[in-house]
């Protein structure tokens, strides 16, 4: 289970970007994960809320989870398409030179404090 691996290095972070901005209390965080990322969202709640009750300073904090569509670039016809349902193959002119150009990553996007 790598998401309790992600949820420490995430409140890492965000408890040191409180402490910069003099922030006491953080109330929410919002995350956007990619949709092939293997984070799993579930497990991920369930890790933050309990790191998160280890903290004074978040405590409570709700997680909000954001997907990333996964879009694949086909090199052969220079379009994108959804990864996800198409798969490696290029739906447009079936070449299978593709890469994943989003939707494999994971990020903080905003930090809501009080």
């Known amino acids: 289970m790598h998401e309790l691996g992600i949820v420490f290095h995430i409140v890492k972070t965000v408890e040191r970007v409180a402490e910069e901005n003099q922030a006491d209390k953080i109330t929410k965080v919002t ?6 990322s293997t984070v799993i969202p579930y497990y991920l709640k369930d890790c933050w809320k309990w790191k998160c009750s280890k903290s004074e300073r978040m ?3 709700e997680l909000v989870i954001e997907t990333i569509p996964a ?3 086909c090199e052969a016809c220079e379009e ?3 990864t996800v349902e198409h798969g490696k193959i290029c739906p447009y002119c079936g070449s299978e ?5 989003q939707g494999n990553e994971h ?3 905003e930090i809501e404090v009080s």
């Open 107 to 109: 990020q903080i996007k």
């Open 97 to 101: 030179h593709t890469y994943l150009i």
């Open 59 to 61: 405590d409570g904090c």
């Open 80 to 82: 994108t398409y959804p």
């Open 71 to 73: 879009i694949t670039y």
């Open 31 to 36: 995350l956007q994960i990619g949709e092939v």
